[in-house]
């Protein structure tokens, strides 16, 4: 069964921080690069970041820099650590394999807000 947890979103001021979680089923998990996506208001969803099974990593030019990607294959999780945030980086984030479509499946993701 396919299973896709995220967390750790929330309301932060303009530079702030938070740290997203997703526990993923090991269907997912172990075979695929895994990616962090987000969807803004009035937008399409998009990949911000991605990191393969061995850790390689990518990311969307608007985060480079203040975002971090990283997983733990032991408890088939992936987090994304963000700072210096700003109210541009306002969306619910989902996470998933990274050539995930739409058509897939996709969890409920988490709601982050950057407002002051």
């Known amino acids: 069964q396919v299973q896709l947890v995220e967390s750790g979103g929330g309301l932060v001021q303009p530079g702030g921080s938070l740290r997203l979680s997703c526990a993923a089923s090991?269907?997912?998990?172990?075979?695929?690069?895994m990616g962090w996506f987000r969807r803004a208001p009035g937008k399409q969803r998009e990949l911000v970041a991605g990191?393969?099974?061995?850790?390689?990593?990518d990311y969307k030019d608007s985060v480079k820099g203040r975002f971090t990607i990283s997983r733990d294959n032991a408890k088939n999780t992936v987090y994304l650590q963000m700072n210096s945030l700003k109210p541009e980086d306002t969306a619910v984030y989902y996470c998933n394999k990274r050539q995930a479509i739409t058509s897939d499946y996709w969890g409920q993701g988490t709601q982050v807000t950057v407002s002051s």
């Open positions: 990191i393969t099974i061995r850790g390689g990593t």
């Open positions: 090991g269907s997912i998990f172990s075979i695929n690069a």
